[in-house]
């Protein structure tokens, strides 16, 4: 296979995490007139060299298991009326047949993501897929409410790997002025999974038995295996930057102009030792080998110390909070008001808010491709230099939107209004959830200088436990305190002092990015981080 890109680009990480040098040198492949980075290796095995149709394709691939694995944990909420009388339990305790899957959805990234990084990214993904079908079908013949608990959890947490994944492979296969872009992606995806109810309420509108969506979960879930298995190859890849920078007045900075005038004699004296692209079928080895290296328990601790750092934490009370209140609030309390006077719909039709959900979500879309052009603008204003918080601009109308949507839908449900404002409120706030989501990820991984994969686990970790927190009780609390009082009041609230946080970041991001770098936890962070994990 013939290299794809250049690889002699000069960027580079400047002192400061976060701080990206994408100067151009005459000659040198450039996108939105940027450099690449990271600098790809010659070897037509580095991932970055592989061609747009296969990166596309495991970009679609992690993308539809973080939206089947979403649909199936929050999908049978409108079955919670239906198994409460099934199972002989109160709503509250039928909800938890959702609340408690949310959480071990977090809990499984503790496992899987040290497992991909010792035995790789592939043999990883193939096996939680697999344990993600034996759930849903197992949860389709269960006959009590222990039985689906348990097969609940089962496959949310095999499929608890589906956030971490997408997030590590598109570092992986992916340049940094590619991936704003190709993480919204995967966001569309992991946010229309909240559409699940929907899906699940036309079942039931067809009179079907709520086993029937564990089947379909069922038979999405083997095709995309077998899918994945053809088109998913490993991406662990420990590539070596060419160019290390040199303090000025060294003897590289000295006889530079020497180097450049031998590079010709230099590439064609390496391509001699570049190693051929591996064959179709060694690529569908599902052993990847192992990472004696990597200390596998020590990497589950390690992971919690990230909590310390600002802009990881940003992204863990974000999701925590989107879902956690937001998401889970229209879940719960659509339903419940929707058959009620003065609505009267019928059950079969609580599910119909998922339709905001999309419209919300379809309609950021048009918006994606100007999250990656935002920082390609300021980088260039800037001389080249990228800083982490050239993308957060794109959050700013997403600030205000939200909020107003969570208002909108807390009135609509106290004062009874029409059934449109919740649909309305739904989408505003949907909107804003899917810039948050894929621009704090984005900056977070940016901003900092650490594993990527165990700065993933406790994000994964922290914002289910977080929904899970905020949610467990969230039922009760909403229908004795009053909605207006909850959703409008509290759960707004709580959502503007995190959205007003995008401010704190564009002001002082920099500053604090600097401060953090010093300290001892930066030190510690940086030493144990290996090739192909940092950005």
Known sequence: ?????????????????????????????????????????????????????????????????????NSALIGPSTY???????????????????????????????????????????PVMLASMLTYAVGVIAASQC??????????????????????L???????????????????????????????????????????SWRLYFYVEFAFAMALLI?????????????????EPSPPGTQTDLVADKTEAVTEEHVSDMSASIPPRKPFAKQLSL???????????????????????????????TYGIYIGLCGFAFSFIFPIKIVAPPYNWSDTNAGLFSIATIIGFGSALPFLPYVDKLAARLTKRNNGIREAEMRLGMLLPAMIIAPAGQILFGMAAEKNLHWMAYMVGVAMTQWGAYFYFTVTLAYAVDSYTANLSEMLIIMNLGK????????????????????????????????????????????????IRVATSKTWLAAMHKSTAVAGETH
């Not at 899918?227 to 070596?240: N, P």
């Not at 039922?475 to 509290?490: D, Q």
Request: with cysteine; net charge neutral.
């Open 80 to 122: 919670i009326g239906l198994y409460a009388h099934e199972f002989g339990v109160d709503p509250n305790t039928a909800a938890g047949l959702i609340n408690y899957p949310n959480l071990a959805f977090g809990f499984g990234s503790l496992l899987l993501v040290p497992l991909y990084r010792k035995f790789g990214r592939r």
């Open 464 to 511: 289910q436990a977080i929904s899970f927190g905020l949610s467990i009780e969230v039922l009760n609390w909403i229908l004795k305190t009053g909605y207006a009082n909850v959703i409008a009041g509290a759960f707004t609230g709580v959502l503007v002092l995190n959205n007003l946080m995008v401010v704190v970041f564009m002001i002082f991001g920099k500053r």
């Open 287 to 317: 052993w990847s080998g192992v990472d004696h290296n990597e200390p596998f328990f020590l990497m589950m601790a390690r992971s919690f110390t990230y909590l310390l750092v600002p802009s990881t934490f940003w992204v863990i009370t």
């Open 143 to 164: 006959t009590t409410y222990a039985g689906l608990m348990g097969a609940r959890v089962v496959h949310a947490f095999g499929s608890g790997v589906c956030e971490a």
């Open 166 to 208: 997408p997030v590590q492979l598109v570092n992986d296969i992916f340049f940094l002025h590619e991936r704003g872009q190709k993480l919204g992606w995967y966001t569309v995806a992991l946010c229309l999974g909240a559409t699940g109810p929907m899906f699940s309420g036309f079942m039931l509108a067809g009179g079907q």
């Open 1 to 69: 296979m013939a290299i794809i890109h250049d690889v002699h680009s000069h960027a580079h990480e400047e002192d400061v995490p976060g701080t990206v040098n994408l100067q151009v040198k005459e000659g040198e492949e450039t996108h939105y007139g940027q450099a690449l980075f990271p600098v790809p290796s010659a070897d037509p095995n580095d991932p970055l060299q592989w061609p747009t149709w296969k990166k596309n394709s495991i970009l679609l691939s992690c993308s539809l298991f973080s939206f089947l694995g």
């Open 227 to 243: 899918f994945s298995f053809f088109v998913v190859e490993e991406t662990r890849y420990h590539r070596k930057s060419i160019h």
